[in-house]
Protein backbone atom coordinates (compact mmCIF):
# COMPACT_ATOMS: atom_id res chain seq x y z
CA UNK A 1 0.00 0.00 0.00
CA UNK A 2 1.30 3.44 -1.01
CA UNK A 3 1.94 6.13 2.00
CA UNK A 4 2.99 9.52 1.16
CA UNK A 5 4.90 11.38 3.90
CA UNK A 6 6.14 14.86 3.94
CA UNK A 7 8.33 16.49 6.19
CA UNK A 8 8.59 19.14 8.26
CA UNK A 9 4.87 19.82 8.45
CA UNK A 10 5.59 23.30 8.75
CA UNK A 11 8.33 25.76 7.80
CA UNK A 12 9.47 29.48 8.13
CA UNK A 13 12.29 31.48 6.72
CA UNK A 14 13.00 34.30 5.89
CA UNK A 15 12.80 36.20 2.67
CA UNK A 16 15.51 35.51 0.01
CA UNK A 17 16.58 32.42 1.53
CA UNK A 18 15.85 28.94 -0.64
CA UNK A 19 13.40 26.43 0.41
CA UNK A 20 13.86 22.84 0.46
CA UNK A 21 10.35 20.80 0.43
CA UNK A 22 10.98 17.03 1.15
CA UNK A 23 7.92 14.16 -0.26
CA UNK A 24 8.67 10.04 0.61
CA UNK A 25 6.36 7.32 -0.53
CA UNK A 26 6.92 3.73 0.47
CA UNK A 27 6.23 2.16 -2.91
CA UNK A 28 8.67 3.29 -6.02
CA UNK A 29 6.22 1.59 -8.83
CA UNK A 30 4.47 5.36 -9.53
CA UNK A 31 3.81 6.85 -13.10
CA UNK A 32 4.84 10.04 -12.04
CA UNK A 33 4.73 12.91 -9.29
CA UNK A 34 3.16 15.70 -9.17
CA UNK A 35 3.80 19.03 -6.43
CA UNK A 36 0.90 21.55 -5.97
CA UNK A 37 0.29 24.91 -3.83
CA UNK A 38 -2.66 25.25 -2.27
CA UNK A 39 -3.21 29.08 -0.58
CA UNK A 40 -5.64 29.11 2.38
CA UNK A 41 -9.19 28.42 1.40
CA UNK A 42 -8.59 28.02 -2.52
CA UNK A 43 -8.14 25.14 -4.55
CA UNK A 44 -4.76 23.27 -5.74
CA UNK A 45 -2.60 24.96 -8.12
CA UNK A 46 -0.18 22.43 -10.18
CA UNK A 47 3.51 23.89 -10.07
CA UNK A 48 5.57 20.66 -11.59
CA UNK A 49 4.63 17.16 -12.71
CA UNK A 50 7.41 14.60 -12.81
CA UNK A 51 7.27 11.63 -14.73
CA UNK A 52 8.76 8.18 -13.60
CA UNK A 53 11.58 8.29 -16.06
CA UNK A 54 12.47 11.78 -15.19
CA UNK A 55 15.42 13.13 -12.75
CA UNK A 56 13.94 16.32 -12.57
CA UNK A 57 11.78 19.14 -13.61
CA UNK A 58 12.02 23.02 -13.38
CA UNK A 59 9.89 25.77 -13.68
CA UNK A 60 10.90 29.29 -12.90
CA UNK A 61 12.59 29.40 -9.66
CA UNK A 62 11.08 25.56 -8.57
CA UNK A 63 13.07 23.11 -9.26
CA UNK A 64 11.76 19.59 -8.16
CA UNK A 65 13.90 16.08 -8.34
CA UNK A 66 12.96 12.85 -8.37
CA UNK A 67 14.97 9.53 -7.02
CA UNK A 68 12.13 6.47 -7.63
CA UNK A 69 14.45 3.77 -6.21
CA UNK A 70 14.85 5.31 -2.92
CA UNK A 71 10.84 6.75 -2.64
CA UNK A 72 12.30 10.72 -2.65
CA UNK A 73 11.21 13.85 -4.49
CA UNK A 74 12.48 17.25 -3.49
CA UNK A 75 10.96 20.78 -4.37
CA UNK A 76 13.53 23.66 -4.53
CA UNK A 77 12.08 26.85 -4.24
CA UNK A 78 15.15 29.76 -4.81
CA UNK A 79 15.38 32.93 -3.48
CA UNK A 80 11.82 32.60 -1.80
CA UNK A 81 9.13 35.90 -1.31
CA UNK A 82 6.37 36.40 1.15
CA UNK A 83 4.07 35.28 -1.85
CA UNK A 84 6.05 31.77 -1.67
CA UNK A 85 3.73 31.16 1.69
CA UNK A 86 1.49 28.67 1.58
CA UNK A 87 1.01 24.96 1.60
CA UNK A 88 2.57 22.74 -0.92
CA UNK A 89 1.71 19.31 -1.41
CA UNK A 90 2.88 16.07 -3.31
CA UNK A 91 0.61 13.76 -4.85
CA UNK A 92 1.98 10.53 -6.39
CA UNK A 93 0.17 8.56 -9.40
CA UNK A 94 0.95 4.79 -8.82
CA UNK A 95 -2.22 3.15 -10.28
CA UNK A 96 -4.95 4.63 -12.89
CA UNK A 97 -6.66 7.62 -11.74
CA UNK A 98 -6.08 7.82 -8.16
CA UNK A 99 -3.22 10.35 -6.89
CA UNK A 100 -2.31 9.87 -3.45
CA UNK A 101 -1.03 12.77 -1.13
CA UNK A 102 0.96 13.58 1.72
CA UNK A 103 -0.09 15.97 4.58
CA UNK A 104 1.62 18.64 3.17
CA UNK A 105 4.19 21.36 4.07
CA UNK A 106 2.76 24.87 5.45
CA UNK A 107 5.45 27.12 4.36
CA UNK A 108 6.13 31.10 6.00
CA UNK A 109 8.10 33.34 4.28
CA UNK A 110 8.97 36.24 6.59
CA UNK A 111 9.67 39.13 5.00
CA UNK B 1 -8.77 28.54 -21.04
CA UNK B 2 -11.41 28.21 -18.53
CA UNK B 3 -10.30 26.20 -15.50
CA UNK B 4 -12.02 23.62 -13.61
CA UNK B 5 -15.20 25.25 -11.50
CA UNK B 6 -17.34 23.78 -8.31
CA UNK B 7 -20.28 25.00 -7.43
CA UNK B 8 -21.38 25.68 -4.77
CA UNK B 9 -18.42 27.03 -2.90
CA UNK B 10 -20.05 26.37 0.34
CA UNK B 11 -22.69 24.43 1.76
CA UNK B 12 -24.18 24.26 4.95
CA UNK B 13 -26.64 21.66 5.65
CA UNK B 14 -28.51 19.86 8.76
CA UNK B 15 -27.73 16.16 9.67
CA UNK B 16 -30.02 14.16 7.56
CA UNK B 17 -30.29 16.41 4.32
CA UNK B 18 -28.93 16.11 1.00
CA UNK B 19 -26.71 18.16 -0.98
CA UNK B 20 -25.80 18.12 -4.34
CA UNK B 21 -22.12 18.93 -5.55
CA UNK B 22 -21.51 20.05 -8.69
CA UNK B 23 -17.86 20.37 -10.94
CA UNK B 24 -17.63 21.75 -14.90
CA UNK B 25 -14.14 19.91 -15.81
CA UNK B 26 -11.62 21.41 -18.04
CA UNK B 27 -13.86 21.68 -21.50
CA UNK B 28 -12.05 18.39 -23.92
CA UNK B 29 -11.16 16.47 -20.32
CA UNK B 30 -11.78 12.85 -20.67
CA UNK B 31 -11.17 12.53 -17.14
CA UNK B 32 -12.49 13.33 -14.22
CA UNK B 33 -12.40 13.02 -10.81
CA UNK B 34 -13.38 13.30 -7.01
CA UNK B 35 -11.43 13.98 -4.21
CA UNK B 36 -11.95 15.31 -0.36
CA UNK B 37 -10.55 16.29 2.74
CA UNK B 38 -12.17 16.09 5.92
CA UNK B 39 -10.75 18.33 8.95
CA UNK B 40 -6.90 17.51 10.22
CA UNK B 41 -6.44 14.32 7.12
CA UNK B 42 -5.06 14.37 3.98
CA UNK B 43 -6.77 14.81 0.31
CA UNK B 44 -8.16 11.17 -0.69
CA UNK B 45 -9.38 9.90 -3.73
CA UNK B 46 -13.06 9.48 -4.23
CA UNK B 47 -13.71 7.71 -7.90
CA UNK B 48 -12.57 8.46 -11.07
CA UNK B 49 -14.75 8.59 -14.64
CA UNK B 50 -13.59 8.48 -18.17
CA UNK B 51 -16.72 10.34 -20.20
CA UNK B 52 -19.14 8.92 -18.49
CA UNK B 53 -18.47 5.60 -16.71
CA UNK B 54 -17.14 5.47 -13.44
CA UNK B 55 -13.47 3.63 -13.90
CA UNK B 56 -12.85 3.42 -9.57
CA UNK B 57 -14.95 4.26 -7.34
CA UNK B 58 -12.85 2.46 -4.82
CA UNK B 59 -12.78 5.86 -2.20
CA UNK B 60 -16.68 6.11 -1.94
CA UNK B 61 -16.86 6.05 1.68
CA UNK B 62 -20.46 4.43 1.54
CA UNK B 63 -23.64 4.06 -0.03
CA UNK B 64 -24.98 7.62 0.53
CA UNK B 65 -22.59 8.99 -1.66
CA UNK B 66 -23.53 9.25 -5.26
CA UNK B 67 -21.52 9.91 -8.38
CA UNK B 68 -23.03 11.09 -12.00
CA UNK B 69 -21.30 12.49 -14.88
CA UNK B 70 -23.94 12.92 -17.54
CA UNK B 71 -23.06 13.17 -21.18
CA UNK B 72 -19.56 12.73 -20.12
CA UNK B 73 -19.72 16.57 -19.16
CA UNK B 74 -20.66 18.01 -15.48
CA UNK B 75 -20.67 15.68 -12.92
CA UNK B 76 -22.50 16.00 -9.98
CA UNK B 77 -21.80 14.40 -6.50
CA UNK B 78 -24.74 13.53 -4.19
CA UNK B 79 -25.02 12.94 -0.28
CA UNK B 80 -27.93 11.53 1.23
CA UNK B 81 -28.41 11.39 3.81
CA UNK B 82 -25.78 13.90 5.38
CA UNK B 83 -23.55 12.80 8.11
CA UNK B 84 -21.58 15.24 10.72
CA UNK B 85 -18.30 12.89 8.97
CA UNK B 86 -19.44 13.86 5.82
CA UNK B 87 -18.15 17.74 6.75
CA UNK B 88 -15.14 18.78 4.68
CA UNK B 89 -13.72 20.11 1.15
CA UNK B 90 -14.76 18.44 -1.62
CA UNK B 91 -12.46 18.99 -4.90
CA UNK B 92 -13.02 18.32 -8.46
CA UNK B 93 -9.88 17.58 -10.96
CA UNK B 94 -9.88 16.31 -14.61
CA UNK B 95 -7.19 15.55 -17.01
CA UNK B 96 -6.67 14.57 -20.81
CA UNK B 97 -6.96 11.46 -22.20
CA UNK B 98 -3.67 10.12 -21.82
CA UNK B 99 -4.81 9.80 -18.23
CA UNK B 100 -1.92 8.49 -16.40
CA UNK B 101 0.49 10.75 -17.92
CA UNK B 102 -1.26 13.78 -17.49
CA UNK B 103 -1.34 16.36 -14.65
CA UNK B 104 -4.63 16.71 -13.01
CA UNK B 105 -6.01 20.30 -12.75
CA UNK B 106 -8.05 20.62 -9.84
CA UNK B 107 -11.29 23.08 -9.20
CA UNK B 108 -11.37 25.65 -6.23
CA UNK B 109 -13.36 23.16 -4.28
CA UNK B 110 -16.66 22.63 -2.28
CA UNK B 111 -16.74 23.28 1.30
CA UNK B 112 -19.34 21.31 3.22
CA UNK B 113 -20.40 21.35 6.63
CA UNK B 114 -22.99 19.48 8.38
CA UNK B 115 -24.27 20.63 11.80
Known amino acids: KQEVTQIPAALSVPEGENLVLNCSFT??????LQWFRQDPGKGLTSLLL?????REQTSGRLNASLDKSSGRSTLYIAASQPGDSATYLC??????????FGAGTQVVVTP | EAGVTQFPSHSVIEKGQTVTLRCDPI?????LYWYRRVMGKEIKFLLH????????ESGMPNNRFLAERTGGTYSTLKVQPAELEDSGVYFC?????????????FGPGTRLTVL
Open chain 1, 50 to 54: IQSSQ
Open chain 2, 27 to 31: SGHDN
Open chain 1, 27 to 32: DSAIYN
Open chain 1, 91 to 100: AVRSSWGKLQ
Open chain 2, 49 to 56: FVKESKQD
Open chain 2, 93 to 105: ASSQWRERYNEQF
